[in-house]
């Protein structure tokens, strides 16, 4: 805090541009190293807690909606089979179109995205990163995104946690009680794989198992970045769907 204020007083302004890419120790995504034989890759998927890795072809593909960024699977990968890269896993629009968030993020969105923020049963680290996007240094506000406390006020749901048994109900009136169109959002490894605490009698699943969900956001927690680039993405794609109507 001492240093944040020493910065304002020093630079007057602190909020930094939304990169999606972050030190040299991020684990971001993985980078697959070809040319090696199909035995390497099988000790990176059999190392992964969450079996977000499957070899097709002898070769891996990741699931970024499961992956909870460990680095288990580099750990234990043959002759650097697997690496770390600091790029950020944007977010996956996942419904209308299959189509890949873009790298840079519009300075002024065409409209604003209000939001409700549900813990469907997180660990709340997903929930601390969020409250980072409102600190000077991300500032959400900027981009037109606000969270509100009604979901009668909302265009989009996020999801952080796994769905818990005992939040199911709650997870299913928020969403009834938005106005039409509203988009869902799968924030976290948790929320949008649900492989994280396995199969139990307290875990429903996914939020996908419950409501249709429109963005997925990777990351174990995703960076407060991430998060804005998705929330970008998530306003440009509601105001399409308003044009429709």
């Given at each position: 805090?001492?240093?944040?204020?020493?910065?304002?007083?020093?630079?007057?302004?602190?909020?930094?541009?939304?990169?999606?890419?972050?030190?040299?120790?991020?684990?971001?995504?993985?980078?697959?190293?070809?040319?090696?034989?199909?035995?390497?890759?099988?000790?990176?998927?059999?190392?992964?807690?969450?079996?977000?890795?499957?070899?097709?072809?002898?070769?891996?593909?990741?699931?970024?909606?499961?992956?909870?960024?460990?680095?288990?699977?580099?750990?234990?990968?043959?002759?650097?089979?697997?690496?770390?890269?600091?790029?950020?896993?944007?977010?996956?629009?996942?419904?209308?179109v299959q189509i890949k968030v873009e790298e840079e993020v519009r300075a002024k969105l065409g409209r604003s995205l209000h939001v409700r923020h549900l813990d469907a049963g997180s660990c709340n680290a997903c929930d601390f990163e969020m409250g980072?996007?409102?600190?000077?240094?991300?500032?959400?506000?900027?981009?037109?995104?606000?969270?509100?406390?009604?979901?009668?006020?909302?265009?989009?749901?996020?999801?952080?946690?796994?769905?818990?048994?005992?939040?199911?109900?709650?997870?299913?009136?928020?969403?009834?009680?938005?106005?039409?169109?509203?988009?869902?959002?799968?924030?976290?490894?948790?929320?949008?794989?649900?492989?994280?605490?396995?199969?139990?009698?307290?875990?429903?699943?996914?939020?996908?198992?419950?409501?249709?969900?429109?963005?997925?956001?990777?990351?174990?927690?995703?960076?407060?970045?991430?998060?804005?680039?998705?929330?970008?993405?998530?306003?440009?794609?509601l105001e399409k769907r308003m044009q429709e109507e």
């Amino acid at each position: 805090m001492l240093k944040m204020i020493e910065a304002i007083l020093a630079k007057r302004i602190v909020t930094e541009d939304i990169k999606t890419t972050g030190s040299k120790r991020l684990r971001g995504r993985l980078q697959v190293v070809h040319g090696k034989d199909e035995y390497s890759y099988t000790e990176c998927a059999a190392a992964c807690p969450v079996q977000a890795i499957t070899l097709v072809g002898g070769k891996p593909e990741i699931d970024y909606k499961k992956c909870i960024f460990c680095g288990k699977c580099v750990e234990h990968c043959i002759n650097g089979s697997l690496q770390h890269t600091n790029r950020e896993v944007l977010a996956e629009i996942i419904s209308d179109v299959q189509i890949k968030v873009e790298e840079e993020v519009r300075a002024k969105l065409g409209r604003s995205l209000h939001v409700r923020h549900l813990d469907a049963g997180s660990c709340n680290a997903c929930d601390f990163e969020m409250g980072a996007m409102s600190n000077p240094v991300y500032d959400l506000h900027r981009f037109g995104i606000v969270f509100v406390a009604s979901p009668r006020h909302a265009d989009m749901l996020m999801v952080t946690g796994v769905v818990t048994r005992n939040l199911e109900q709650a997870l299913r009136r928020t969403y009834e009680a938005m106005p039409e169109p509203r988009l869902v959002m799968a924030c976290g490894a948790c929320a949008a794989g649900g492989a994280t605490y396995g199969s139990t009698y307290a875990i429903v699943g996914k939020v996908s198992d419950i409501l249709p969900v429109d963005i997925a956001v990777p990351g174990c927690p995703p960076r407060p970045s991430a998060m804005i680039v998705a929330l970008c993405a998530a306003a440009d794609l509601l105001e399409k769907r308003m044009q429709e109507e």
